[in-house]
């Protein structure tokens, strides 16, 4: 007895409370939390943009120790990584919600803002030409927000930016990516441009998905290159973007290294290893590069919720609770956003000196990724189902949870 209401009380902060009463007012949704979350990072980018006034607007908050690369290319990072994130939620059929008059507002927004990313008459028009490596990364994640919600995207564009994007991204492929989680940036510029009806560069594509797979060294986890690093990058990047890539071979008659169905397989048993990197408090370690992403780092359980559901053991109530209350933890500290509300470098916080060469405050807003599953209707089991524990809220309560141990999935099965 002793034992369940330890249990119990540990729940509470964690229980879908809708009917539940706090002070006179109900309890936020977690559904509502996000919702929230996602258009007060959203708002500020995709207002001033549909306006033209991104670049005018947007305070720039640059690396101590930038490398001097062209500052322009944060525009780019801001504008792709957000719209990465959040297009699935935006592809929702409109409603008289309060949720569905915010989501109708950013589309309206992120419509126009799409066209002055590519209109040479715009203040805001993108950094597509030029010597600066990195507009290939950040093309990349432009061209994934497409691929992820072409009916909400890139179906209700103009026929002049359809081929201004066209045009745009065929200058990527003069980049030479660096030998690394770049080839993925790549191979998803093609994977576009298969998607808008041009001829693909046949070489690239399947070039660039044997040399990730070569990189798979076990246990749901992919080298980032010859050498093996610890961070999160096969969250921000390299599992996300290699089963994209893998599936436009399929649908496209292209063969693959593997199925797409086994790096799938791959992704869900390195989400049950991230989804065991929350704390029972509801946080994760800052380590590796790049952490000032934030929750970036929980892209690949996202991107299972909202299009393959969740791996064996976990489920929907423990995983919608413990990234709601990470979300809170990291956002609700002070510093997270500059008075423009713009986001800030850091990690929870203002934290500059957590950001690497490249990082700037446009690179932050890879933070979006987690807001992949707004993209399922509200009355989804995602949604719905009863908060439970997440896995470390289980062990450090006394109740049982999973075992864990290597899998093999290196071969097509």
Same mark, same amino acid.
């Given at each position: ?22 002070? #006179? ?21 995709? $207002?001033?943009?549909?306006? &033209?006034?991104? !670049? ?42 309060? $949720? ?7 589309? $309206? ?20 030409? &030029?010597?600066?490596? !990195? ?42 990516? =660096? ?7 790549? &191979? ?46 096969? @969250? ?59 929750? &970036?780092?929980?892209?690949?359980? =996202?991107?299972? @919720? ?41 990690? =929870?916080?203002? !934290? ?11 690179? @932050? ?22 908060? !439970? ?8 309560? #006394? ?15």
């Amino acid at each position: 007895m002793k034992q369940f209401f330890i249990v119990l009380m540990l729940m509470l902060p964690f229980m879908p409370l809708q009917a539940k009463k706090q002070k #006179g007012n109900v309890v936020k949704s977690d559904r509502e939390v996000w919702v929230e979350w996602a258009y007060k990072i959203a708002a500020p980018v995709l $207002e001033n943009m549909a306006k &033209g006034e991104l !670049q005018k607007n947007m305070e720039l908050e640059l690396s101590p120790i930038w490398d001097n690369r062209d500052k322009r290319v944060a525009y780019m990072e801001t504008f792709g990584r957000l719209m990465d994130g959040i297009t699935p939620w935006l592809a929702l059929p409109d409603d008289d919600t309060k $949720e569905g008059q915010m989501r109708k507002q950013l589309r $309206e927004w992120a419509l126009l803002a799409y066209k002055n990313a590519v209109d040479p008459n715009s203040p805001d028009m993108l950094l597509w030409g &030029g010597r600066e490596g !990195q507009r290939l990364v950040d093309a990349a994640f432009l061209a994934e927000s497409f691929l992820r919600a072409p009916e909400a995207t890139w179906e209700k564009l103009d026929k002049v930016t359809q081929q201004r994007y066209v045009e745009c991204f065929k200058l990527m492929r003069s980049i030479r990516p =660096a030998y690394s989680n770049w080839l993925l940036f790549r &191979g998803i510029v093609e994977c576009f441009l298969v998607m808008a009806g041009e001829q693909p560069d046949m070489l690239a594509m399947p070039i660039v998905a044997n040399k990730i797979n070569e990189w798979y060294v076990g246990d749901g986890w992919y080298s980032d290159g010859p050498e093996f690093a610890i961070d999160y990058y096969n @969250a921000f990047v390299i599992q996300p973007m290699f089963v994209e890539l893998l599936e436009t071979m399929e649908s496209h008659r292209m063969r693959g290294p593997i199925s797409a169905e086994l790096a799938v397989k791959r992704m869900q048993r390195y989400n049950v290893f991230i989804e065991r990197l929350i704390s029972p408090e509801g946080t994760f370690p800052a380590f590796g590069r790049s952490i000032v992403y934030r929750m &970036g780092a929980f892209q690949t359980l =996202a991107m299972a @919720a909202w299009k393959y559901g969740l791996p064996e053991n976990l489920t929907n109530g423990g995983v919608r609770s413990a990234l709601t209350k990470v979300m809170n933890n990291m956002f609700n500290v002070e510093g997270n956003f500059n008075a423009g509300g713009y986001l800030t470098l850091g990690f =929870a916080g203002h !934290q500059t000196g957590l950001a690497n060469s490249y990082s700037n405050n446009g690179s @932050a807003y890879l933070t979006s990724f987690v807001f992949l599953p707004l993209g399922l209707p509200a009355d989804h089991p995602f949604w719905t189902d009863p908060a !439970q524990p997440w896995t470390q809220l289980k062990a450090w309560s #006394g109740q049982a949870f999973p075992i864990d141990g290597h899998v093999s999935l290196r071969y097509n099965r």
